[in-house]
T-cell receptor
Framework: EPEVTQTPSHQVTQMGQEVILRCVPI?????FYWYRQILGQKVEFLVS????????KSEIFDDQFSVERPDGSNFTLKIRSTKLEDSAMYFC?????????????FGPGTRLTVL | GENVEQHPSTLSVQEGDSAVIKCTYS??????FPWYKQELGKGPQLIID?????GEKKDQRIAVTLNKTAKHFSLHITETQPEDSAVYFC??????????FGTGTKLQVIP
């Protein structure tokens, strides 16, 4: 069964450093998403992306964050200058379309630790 | 925006008993309600969903109910097994683009 993959599984970085989290969505999916989950809390929406554009973003997704689909397969989340509070699990998700039968599928996540 | 409340936050049941998790949502425009199971160190996995034109859906030991008028939806797991132990999230979709998650229920099935 096709699945969303994410790399790395764990990323440790120093405060102020830039990080790039990578995702490979399911191949025939057109809509892509990033979510985050701070330890012990609920999963929070960050951003959605379609046709090389951000279609919706939350208040969490400020100027420090950016997303990109640099080629036909990868979908990346960049945090320019990490803060301690960016430590969380980051989940990528993808969806084939917007019909009522299309569901978001989540990747296994990247654990980001900011020291 | 949408707000999804979920109860209880933790739930312990004996193996073989039933488990019920309840959620409420705020935005009457929400029309799709997925339930996710999250095991330790993994991403949320869709286990069942229900759409707003349906009141109940069942898949083997799992069932979901939806009351649109009251903005309530529930997950029912019957004949629980130890492998059902996980964190369960309800969610609601209003816009087509984002899932709003509930706060999660940690289910422990005691053998």
């Amino acid at each position: 069964e096709p699945e969303v993959t994410q790399t790395p599984s764990h990323q440790v970085t120093q405060m102020g450093q830039e990080v790039i989290l990578r995702c490979v969505p399911i191949s025939n999916h057109l809509y892509f998403y990033w979510y985050r989950q701070i330890l012990g809390q609920k999963v929070e929406f960050l951003v959605s992306f379609y046709n090389n554009e951000i279609s919706e973003k939350s208040e969490i997704f400020d100027d420090q964050f950016s997303v990109e689909r640099p080629d036909g397969s990868n979908f990346t989340l960049k945090i320019r200058s990490t803060k301690l509070e960016d430590s969380a699990m980051y989940f990528c998700a993808s969806r084939r379309g917007l019909s009522s039968t299309d569901t978001q599928y989540f990747g296994p996540g990247t654990r980001l630790t900011v020291l | 925006g949408e707000n999804v409340e979920q109860h209880p936050s933790t739930l312990s049941v004996q193996e073989g008993d039933s488990a019920v998790i309840k959620c409420t949502y705020s935005d009457s425009a929400s029309n799709y309600f997925p339930w996710y199971k999250q095991e330790l160190g993994k991403g949320p996995q869709l286990i069942i969903d229900i759409r707003s034109n349906v009141g109940e859906k069942k898949d083997q030991r799992i069932a979901v109910t939806l009351n649109k008028t009251a903005k309530h939806f529930s997950l029912h797991i019957t004949e629980t097994q130890p492998e059902d132990s996980a964190v369960y999230f309800c969610a609601a979709m209003t816009s087509y683009q984002k899932v709003t998650f509930g706060t999660g229920t940690k289910l422990q099935v005691i053998p």
